[in-house]
């Protein structure tokens, strides 16, 4: 088992993990989610023990001399599937770290699409991700091992590496502290069904561009207020989906009904 907590990635035994946040990665190729691990906002996240990651390789669990993990389909066709048993005793090592309580998410474009909104409800100290490769997995597997299947959106990759990472990060950043400032995840797009307000830095001009003279003005009260009607104005043109089911304020209707007749003419 590889698993993270120093700053280096460890090769050790029967560790129990008491980190807030674990994940379990079942995975041909460690290396590929040790790498991802080290930059940014997760990096942080592993360094401060607000998560962690153990990854388990299926090959390490082949009986056979030349580590056999995949095989031809029954009934022909292209490709190479992923056999059960290597996977299974994979699994259930992982599961034996945490007293068999985690869930078991199968990563695939048959999967559930994921969201913002599935991962702020998360109620989960943990998760174990199964990457498949090749045509994916033997369907027997899925039906004994797997509570649910996940899906990173509607095309296909060539390994669950990349959706395991892009959904640790993105519930790893929602944790307590992972972010320089906890305000930024509550602002970010998606929470609270808005997308996010524009941003400027310096330069104040840019290009001919002047930065809004609201945002200069150093006027709290009146700066919060602009984000929120550039918030609702946008989600309502790019997103209307998310307003649908959002019920509005009086003053976000307000606001909105002033960013439409602002922007009439753009
Ligand atoms: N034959 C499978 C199918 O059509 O459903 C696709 C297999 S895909 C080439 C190999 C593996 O990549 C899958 O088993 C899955 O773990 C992962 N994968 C590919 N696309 C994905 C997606 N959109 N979301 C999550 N996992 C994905």
Known sequence: MWYWRTGEWLSIGNLIIDDAMHFDVITLFPALIRDVSKYGI??????????????WNPRDYCTDRYRTIDDRPYGGGPGMVM???????????????????????????????????????LDETGLIFICGRYEGIDERLIRTEVDEQWSIGDYVL???????????EAITRLQPGVLGNDLSASQDTFSDDLLDCPQF???????????????LSGNHREIDQWRLKQSLGRTSEKRPDLLESRKLTQLEQRLLDE?????RDH
Do not use: W
């Open 42 to 55: 997760l990096s942080r996240a592993l360094d401060m023990g607000i998560c962690s990651i153990s990854c």
């Open 83 to 121: 056999m059960a048993e290597p996977l299974a005793k994979a699994i259930n090592a992982a599961r034996m770290q945490h007293e068999n309580k985690r869930k078991v998410i199968y990563l695939s474009p048959q999967g559930e699409k994921v969201t913002h909104a599935k991962f702020q409800d």
């Open 158 to 168: 060539a390994g669950g590496e990349l959706p395991a990472m892009v959904i640790i």
């Open 201 to 215: 830095t310096r330069p104040e001009q840019y290009d001919g561009d002047r930065v809004p003279d609201v945002l």
């Open 259 to 263: 960013y439409k007749q602002e922007n």
